[in-house]
């Protein structure tokens, strides 16, 4: 079955960078289109960066456009979000996501917090 696997949850200080992987096994991981989605309570999920499947294609939300990236390495099933110049208002739940056959999956989430 599909699974999208990420870290444990990480403190970061404002200013900070912080790199998020996101391992996936059970689907064609070359052939999917990848994203990256965060959440904090109280609001809905919102998109943060995707990427086509061969890395060809990037795209990001204002907020984090020029201190965020996103890439993949396709022989390890794995992508990435480089977090950069973290703000406080970065904190929130990051999950990986993809879709297969018209269903979402996602990962199990990965807190991130940025504070002094």
């Known amino acids: 079955q599909v699974q999208l696997v990420e870290p444990g949850g990480c403190l970061v200080q404002p200013g900070g960078s912080l790199r998020l992987p996101c391992t996936a096994s059970g689907f064609t991981f070359s052939s999917n289109f990848m994203s990256w989605y965060r959440q904090v309570p109280g609001k809905e999920r919102e998109l943060v960066a995707s990427?086509?499947?061969?890395?060809?294609?990037?795209n990001f939300a204002d907020s984090v456009k020029g201190r965020f990236t996103i890439s993949r390495d396709n022989t390890k099933n794995t992508v990435y979000l480089q977090m950069s110049s973290l703000k406080p208002e970065d904190t929130a739940v990051y999950y990986c996501?993809?879709?297969?056959?018209?269903?979402?999956?996602w990962g199990q989430g990965t807190q991130v917090t940025v504070s002094s």
């Open positions: 996501h993809t879709r297969k056959w018209g269903v979402s999956y």
């Open positions: 990427i086509t499947s061969l890395g060809s294609g990037v």
